[in-house]
C-alpha cells in the first residue's frame, strides 16, 4: 500500500465529494442531512485554508482514498488553541490504514501550529471510530445525549480529546 499524504488541491474536491456524499447519505459520520455541491465544499475547505487550518488527501495510485482536516472548536477568541479534526476514507477503503495516515499527519501539523488540544467529535454508534482515536491517545471526555436526530432516530456524540 503506497498511500501519499499530501496538502488538499482544489482538483480533489470532486473526489472527496463522493467521499462525503456518501457519508451523509450512508452512516452517522455526519449529522448532515443533504448531500454538498461541488461548490459548497469548495467554499468550506478555501475557508479553512484562509484561516491556516489544513486539509489533507491521501492518495494511492493518482485516486482520492480519504480526506481530513483540522478547524477552530468554537468561535471565541480563547478557544484559538484548541481545534476540531475530521478524517474519512473512501467507503471501499475502510481499514486499509488511511486514517492512520492522515491522523498522524493532523496531529503532527496541530504540534507544529502550537495548538494546546484537538477535539473529535463522534457518533457513539461508530465504536470503531471511538477505540481508533484511543489508540492515538484521545480520552473520552463527554457525552451528549440526543445531540442529533438522523434515520428517524436520536444519536448520541461522543467527545474525545488529545492533549498535545
Known sequence: MDIKIRDYQKKDCNAILEIINDAILNST???DYNIRSLASQEAIFEEKIK???PVLVAEQNATIVGFGYFSE?????AYKFTAEHSVYAHKDQIGKGIGKLLLTELIARAAQQKLHTLIGV???????SIDFHKKFGFDEVGFIKESGFKFNRWLHSVIMQKML
Open 29 to 31: 459520520a455526519l449529522y
Open 51 to 53: 484561516k491556516g487550518f
Open 73 to 77: 472548536f468554537r468561535f471565541r477568541e
Open 122 to 128: 463522534i457518533d457513539a454508534e461508530n465504536t470503531n
